[in-house]
């Protein structure tokens, strides 16, 4: 579905350069969910980017599903981890979660539909119509979540999408995707920088090194696919994987420095 080969990324400009991205090579096939861990600094938002078509390498490509990413491909949706940006105030949450479909030239009825399953999905069938800053952040993630999905992508990209919510709540998103996930069968890239979110979250787990980030580890995570907060993190082999990930990301830190 996503094949991503000799990635590169060099910011420059003002006299400066920086070399974000080294040598990133990877595939994810269709179903997929794969989460990105890596330090922090380490580029993860820049491949993110890359891969949606937002930012353009400078060198490598990413084909997706056998086409050549040079723009935002229409079967892509990223979900930010700013949710409080990427939700327009001024919309009700039924308008937000519509916008991106009006582009898609669908039928005001087919909109609708969509709207009202994707809010469903993300238990939000009672928010049509407050505005996003009358929500907690987690209930405004979900929003961005659900207008992801409304959108009907192939691939779902996510940037650290829970980093700035409560513990409680990112544990229910994290189980939130895992079920939207199964049950949909799209395919999902998940970036983060906290460990225990990979190894819960993931199917496989890439490690990334220290900027300029190459791939440390492709890492399958062999937990049973029904997995919940308290059993799972209590097994130990989610606690010897977890060590494992943690082990090679302080030791990519320290070459770093
Ligand atoms: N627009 C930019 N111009 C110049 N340098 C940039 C730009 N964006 C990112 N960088 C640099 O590229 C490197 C990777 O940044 P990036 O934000 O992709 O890392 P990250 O892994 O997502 O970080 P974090 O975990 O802290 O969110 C950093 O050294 C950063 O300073």
Request: include cysteine; charge should be neutral.
């Amino acid at each position: 579905m996503l094949d991503v080969t000799g990635l590169r990324k060099t910011y420059s400009g003002d006299g400066r350069t920086v070399e974000a991205i080294r040598d990133l090579t990877f595939t994810v096939a269709d179903g997929d969910l794969t989460c990105l861990v890596g330090p922090s600094g380490c580029g993860k938002t820049t491949l993110l980017r890359c891969v949606a078509g937002l930012l353009p390498p400078s060198g490598g490509t990413v084909t997706f599903a056998g086409e050549r990413v040079t723009a935002p491909p229409p079967g892509m949706a990223v979900v930010f981890q700013e949710y409080g940006r990427s939700l327009f105030p001024w919309l009700r949450v039924a308008a937000n979660v519509e916008l991106p479909l009006r582009r898609k030239g669908l039928s005001r009825d087919r909109r609708r539909e969509l709207v009202a399953s994707s809010l469903d999905a993300v238990g939000l069938a009672d928010a049509h119509s407050a505005y996003p800053w009358q929500l907690s952040g987690g209930m405004q993630q979900r929003v961005a979540i659900a207008r992801a999905l409304a959108y009907e992508p192939r691939v779902l990209l996510m940037d650290e999408p829970f980093a700035a919510v409560d513990a409680q709540t990112r544990a229910d998103l994290e189980d939130l995707i895992r079920s939207l996930w199964r049950r949909l069968g799209v395919t999902v890239l998940f970036v983060t920088h906290d460990i225990d979110e990979a190894v819960y979250l993931g199917q496989r787990v890439l490690i990334l090194s220290a900027s300029p980030t190459v791939i440390r580890e492709d890492l399958p995570i062999d937990l049973p696919a029904d997995r919940d907060q308290l059993h799972t993190r209590a097994l130990p082999r989610f606690t010897e994987l977890r060590t494992h990930v943690y082990t090679q990301i302080q030791a990519a830190k320290a070459k770093d420095h």
